[in-house]
């Protein structure tokens, strides 16, 4: 009875995906989001830059607050804050890294006081600051679409150019540099795709959460892949599970899509955590 | 036509100390050639600043005073002419790459610069694997093999540019005796082929190979032909 009854709201969920273009859309942007996440979360787990990714996701607040004050459209102002975030910290790890950890937290924090004071003095403060902080896939516009789908194509395409490179940097920066590749470009080109995938994903799940689904479903494939192009595929695809079983469960449930999104991410990594543990000794052993 | 160098690296009056020393240098008042072709040895105690003299002649570390060149060029020039293996296999061991994939990133600065690597880029990986022995190896996770195995999967990328020189730093440090055969037995077969500049404590490995041997610490002193190593106490006086 009780598969009957989940086939039952599959089918529900299904019907309402035909009839409401606002879940169209979720479905859209979850899938361009997890391409995104799959492809660049792969560098930012195996390059070990999550707490930059974090400072550049929540000093982006205060770009959104700032347009939103202005007037413009919040994800514009969120592209162009987290660009200069990108910058400033990619900067400051390149030329005086004893001061990287300082300068993200100032970012973060400086980020995110601006965009709390901005949103508070927009006319008619009729903005959710929580959409912000914890994202609202079912309110993407087709405006939001089409731009999160041109930074998609964007990082897929600069992806695809220097995938080599972004390999040898992030496997060994001092042969990347031996064999005169432009080290410090590369890491500056990576931040910058590390801060639109960050933009797209804010309409997913939100600032608080961005780096729940920029590191888990890449951390959870490095368990499986052999090298970095499986891990890749296999972040995207565990991407989109997680994100379509999210808008899923979240609609049939009415809870909050973001959450349920990391929730059920975080809840994979656990498990594919603990079968590795159990699991790696073996592989070594087979190995020798 | 350029003229012909017959120096494979040459160093003049080179002083480097590292920021933070307290204006100590690590290397002082240094004259080394090494002629194309030879195979040098560096011994010298840790701390003595052999890795910092290979890091100058690569180009990673640039001189306070006196002057590096090699083949006739500044190292920074000259890089595409240089293969170089590093101190130990220190690889972070959960990276998902496999054997080839860090082989053919020996082609970098050879193949074109955007997109992937090329099928000549991928023949010339094949033909160093074979060289120093690893092919069969080449589906694997890099962080699945012994440390000796991963030290001769660096070597082949040092290979894969077909260098003209090649730097050792340790090369038989960690890794076990089958492994230090092996790479023993690819340096006899790559003597005289290219030049070599290899730093080991390994004084046996260096005395079965070495066309000549220099001692650094601080200073750089030849090792007259016959002295010999065994011992490992071998301290030749400043003059």
Do not use: C
């Not at chain 1, 989109?240 to 929730?263: C, H, R």
């Not at chain 2, 030290?151 to 340790?170: F, G």
């Not at chain 2, 005395?207 to 002295?227: A, C, T, Y």
């Amino acid at each position: 009875m009780k598969i009957i009854g989940k086939v039952h709201h599959m089918q529900e969920f299904f019907v309402a995906l035909t009839s409401y273009s606002f879940l169209q859309h979720a479905l859209v942007a979850g899938i361009l989001a997890s391409v995104a996440a799959g492809l660049v979360g792969t560098f930012v787990v195996v390059k070990r830059i999550s707490l930059i990714s974090g400072g550049i996701a929540h000093s982006i607040l205060g770009g959104m607050g700032i347009a939103y004050y202005l007037g413009f459209s919040p994800t514009k102002g969120a592209v162009v804050s987290a660009l200069v975030a990108a910058m400033i910290i990619g900067l400051v790890s390149l030329r005086a890294r004893q001061h990287e950890d300082t300068v993200i937290g100032a970012l973060w924090a400086v980020g995110m006081a601006l965009g709390v004071l901005f949103i508070s003095r927009t006319p008619g403060y009729n903005v959710d600051l929580m959409t912000f902080l914890f994202g609202n896939i079912l309110l993407v516009s087709t405006e939001e679409l089409i731009l999160i789908g041109v930074l998609d194509g964007t990082i897929v395409l600069i992806m695809a150019l220097f995938y080599k490179q972004f390999l040898a940097v992030s496997f060994d920066e001092q042969h990347a540099r031996l064999r005169g590749m432009p080290v410090e470009f590369l890491y500056l080109l990576l931040l910058i795709l590390i801060a639109l995938t960050i933009v797209i994903l804010i309409k997913i799940v939100g600032l608080i959460l961005v780096i729940a689904l920029l590191t888990l479903p890449p951390a959870i494939a490095n368990h499986h892949a052999s090298n970095l192009i499986h891990m890749m595929l296999l972040a995207v695809g565990l991407s989109l599970i997680f994100n379509a079983a999210g808008l899923v469960v979240s609609y049939q449930l009415d809870l909050p899509t973001g959450a349920t999104i990391v929730l059920i991410a975080g809840a994979f990594y656990l498990l594919s955590l603990v079968s590795h543990r159990f699991d790696g000794p073996t592989r070594l052993r087979q190995s020798k | 036509m350029g003229k012909s160098i017959h120096e494979a690296v040459q160093m003049t009056n080179l002083s480097f100390s590292y920021a933070g020393a307290g204006g100590v240098p690590t290397l002082e008042r240094v004259n080394l050639t090494v002629q194309t072709g030879e195979f040098l040895g560096l011994v010298g105690p840790n701390g003595g600043g052999k890795t910092t003299l290979l890091k100058l002649v690569l180009g990673l570390l640039l001189p306070d005073t006196g002057t590096v060149r090699v083949f006739g060029e500044p190292p920074g020039k000259a890089r595409k002419q240089v293969g170089y293996v590093p101190q130990f296999a220190d690889v972070d061991r959960s990276f998902p790459i496999t054997v080839l994939d860090v082989v053919v990133m020996g082609r970098l600065g050879i193949t074109r610069f955007l997109g992937n690597y090329q099928p000549s880029d991928y023949t010339a990986a094949q033909r160093a694997m074979e060289q120093v022995g690893v092919w069969e190896l080449r589906k694997q996770r890099l962080g699945d093999l012994s440390e000796g195995q991963r030290q001769r999967v660096l070597i082949a990328r040092a290979l894969t540019s077909k260098p003209r020189l090649l730097v050792l730093d340790e090369p038989t440090a960690s890794v076990d005796s089958t492994a230090e055969a092996a790479i023993s037995s690819l340096l006899m077969r790559l003597q005289g082929s290219i030049t070599i500049l290899m730093v080991s404590h390994d004084i046996e490995l260096l005395n079965s190979h070495s066309d000549r041997l220099v001692f650094v610490e601080r200073h750089v002193l030849p090792i007259p032909k016959g002295q010999m190593l065994f011992t490992g106490r071998f301290r030749p006086r400043e003059k």
